[in-house]
């Protein structure tokens, strides 16, 4: 038996090396596919010497059977172990053993009793043990249906003659292949209950984290990105070594708007001169509220005649009436501009680059500025 579980840790794929629920279940796999390996192989020789010594053509569907079901063994351990395909090589073993059941069952027919329909139910736990619980309804399907035509179906009088020699039509009354029948329709009714309110858990799990994630990156009031994911894209296009223009954006006299008309039409004011400027850049560029009045803007891998013109034209649109519950309203705006790596190459450098050169954009009425040495 120890070395029967070394060969598995052996043959194991190396993904499935550690100590956790999923090795185990692949262990149980392997387990299952060199058992019937060593099953079907035995059975194979047994069949053989059988035909040599005897003339028995009874005996070759058999031995056809137990050489496909070998070969597809054999299959499934090369997919598994060489290719590292689990789920696929679980579905074809259980598909295996779902086959040597219907073989059973046609074969032999009521020689065997109930318990090629029973065995049935094998399926279902074998499926669940080593795939999932959608596994285990699709393997439900497919039973019931098998069971159906073996025993429903002579129950209602429509039977056929087996194909190999000594086989019996199967022999249950209605009543009992209705209640085995009853069976697997509740397991599969249960299992679709259980999977449809694990789908809706989950759509509400992943909505509730695609509104926390929002809530970490987005500014609530503009819809646009927030301080915090502003610092992290910086620190990101830094590292990553990109020529970037850096953009500080301060609204001049919003203050006296806030304090004539109040902070809704304030707010008002702030949520379309973001979308202005979320309508002028790019794409692959980032503006973010960086609090109050003021944002920022990274625009990537750009030159500064292009960056020249985002600036005139960020100060020209927003410059523009802004219609309001109170009426328009006229703003203006001060730029800063700092260049990624000739005015830094961290992020508290350039920011200071940007901001400092934002404060002369608004003491000479420019509208923007480059921070010096550019």
């Known amino acids: 038996m120890s070395q029967y579980l070394v060969l ?19 262990r149980i796999l392997l387990a299952i ?7 079907w192989f035995t059975l194979h020789i047994v069949t053989t010497v059988i035909m040599s010594k005897a003339d028995n053509p009874s005996a070759f569907p058999y031995h056809a059977v137990f050489i496909s079901i070998l070969a597809t063994q054999v299959f499934s351990l090369y997919l598994f172990c060489a290719k590292g395909l689990y789920r696929l090589a679980a579905h074809i073993n259980i598909l295996v ?49 098998l069971h159906i035509s073996y025993t429903l179906l002579p129950a209602w009088g429509i039977s056929w003659q087996p194909v190999f020699s000594g086989g019996n039509p199967v022999n249950q009354s209605y009543f009992e292949s209705a209640a085995i029948a009853l069976v697997y329709s509740v ?19 992943l909505s509730e984290r695609f509104a926390l994630d929002r ?57 379309h001169v973001a979308l202005r400027m979320r309508r002028i850049i790019r794409e692959s560029d980032i503006v973010s509220r960086l609090g109050g009045d003021e944002f920022g803007i990274i625009l990537q891998g750009i030159h500064k005649q292009k960056v020249n013109e985002i ?12 219609k309001t519950a109170k009426g328009d309203m006229l703003i203006s705006c001060s730029v800063g501009i700092s260049i990624c790596p000739e005015h830094g190459t961290d992020a508290q450098s350039l920011v200071r680059s940007a901001d400092k050169a934002m404060y002369e954009a608004k003491a000479e009425g420019d509208g923007f500025c480059y921070a010096q040495g550019f």
């Not at 819809?223 to 830094?238: A, E, P, Y």
């Open 97 to 145: 053993i779902l086959c040597f059941f219907s073989v059973i069952a046609y074969c032999v027919g009521a020689e065997s009793g109930s318990g090629p329909y029973t065995n049935l139910l094998t399926i279902v736990a074998l499926s669940f043990l080593l795939l999932s619980l959608r596994a285990s309804l699709f393997w439900s399907l497919i039973c019931l249906v």
């Open 215 to 271: 809530q970490t990156k987005m500014d609530a009031l503009t819809g646009v990105s927030n301080r915090h994911f502003f610092d992290l894209q910086l620190t990101t296009v830094i590292e990553q070594q990109q020529y970037f223009a850096l953009l500080y954006i301060d609204l001049d006299n919003f203050k006296p708007i806030n304090d004539t008309h109040g902070h809704q039409v304030g707010d008002e004011v702030l949520r």
């Open 33 to 39: 596919i060199l058992f019937n390996v060593f099953y």
């Open 187 to 205: 397991l599969i009714a249960a299992f679709w209950a259980f999977m449809s309110q694990n789908k809706t858990l989950s759509k509400q799990l």
């Open 8 to 26: 598995i840790n052996k043959m194991l794929p190396e993904r499935f090396s550690q100590n956790d629920f999923d090795s185990l279940r692949a």
């Open 311 to 322: 600036a005139r034209k960020i100060t020209d649109e927003i410059a523009r009436p802004i």
